[in-house]
């Protein structure tokens, strides 16, 4: 069974930066998208940046610039860095693996459990 678990976050200032990671067990992805979105409570889920089997990367206009979405295919691993922090990138933050469909911002199959962001000014 596929397995996605995300790591990284925690509290952080305005300006700050931090990086997340999440890492795939029980099978592969290198041949899947991936993603990464982010929900704040009573509010639905957001996409935030995804990245193609082969590099090619989308991004919300609210984080581009900003954050960057990597992965390491050898470790089954998928990176989000995140610059510049400011209060409205607080969220729980979930990697996703193996879109359903063509659209990068649309639904995925395996979602891990997510991570809190919490940034305060």
């Known amino acids: 069974q596929a397995q996605l678990v995300e790591s990284g976050g925690g509290l952080v200032q305005v300006g700050d930066s931090l990086r997340l990671s999440c890492v795939a067990s029980g099978r592969t992805f290198s041949s899947d998208a991936m993603g990464w979105f982010r929900q704040v409570p009573e509010k639905e889920r957001e996409f935030v940046a995804a990245?193609?089997?082969?590099?090619?990367?989308d991004y919300a206009d609210s984080v581009k610039g900003r954050f960057t979405i990597s992965r390491d295919n050898a470790k089954n691993t998928i990176y989000l860095q995140m610059n510049s922090l400011n209060s409205e990138d607080t969220a729980v933050y979930y990697c996703?693996?193996?879109?359903?469909?063509?659209?990068?911002?649309?639904?995925?199959?395996?979602w891990g459990p997510g991570t809190q962001v919490t940034v305060s000014s």
């Open positions: 996703a693996g193996q879109r359903i469909g063509l659209s990068l911002r649309g639904n995925y199959r395996f």
């Open positions: 990245i193609t089997w082969n590099d090619i990367t």
